[in-house]
């Protein structure tokens, strides 16, 4: 008797830690996709990839993914039996929160970019009527003086 509480217990709580809220889960995937992307970019330039450059792009994937779960708190293994265990609906509000993450994410760099004078690509130069006083001081100095 006291054994089978004890493993129920036990079961409980791995299976409360293996809990990943459908929010949670989009800003891990999110992250994991964002981490996906840097690694795959370093790479990009590569026409053919040597067999030592897929095992350290394989190894810098599982790295970068590692990461992302172990900043969130949740080891590998929860996050697998997690996801597994999703429901329909979950996977819905998973897929729900990344797009409003996106979303959110083009607001905030369309905003920014409204922020920055003139168009992309195209070089602001600003004048002034200040003095350019290391120039003075160099001056003073003697320096840049023919001799």
């Given amino acids: 008797m006291n ?13 409360a830690l293996a809990e990943v809220s459908p929010d949670e889960a989009a800003k891990i995937q999110r992250e994991q996709g964002k981490a996906r992307d840097a690694v795959m970019e370093k790479y990009k330039g590569k026409d053919k990839l040597s067999a030592a450059d897929l095992r350290q792009q394989s190894k810098e994937l599982a790295e970068a993914e590692r990461s992302v779960l172990q900043s969130h708190g949740v080891s590998p293994g929860d996050w697998v039996k997690a996801t597994a265990r999703m429901s329909s609906d979950d996977r819905a ?29 195209e070089v602001v130069i600003e004048k002034g009527n200040e003095k350019n006083e290391a120039a003075e001081m160099d001056r003073a100095m003697g320096f840049g003086k023919k001799k």
């Fill in 93 to 121: 509000k998973v897929e729900a929160a990344k797009k409003q993450m996106k979303a959110d994410e083009d607001a905030a760099a369309k905003k920014g970019a409204d922020a920055k004078p003139g168009k992309p690509g």
């Fill in 3 to 15: 054994r089978a509480f004890i493993l129920c217990c036990t079961l409980a709580t791995i299976s």
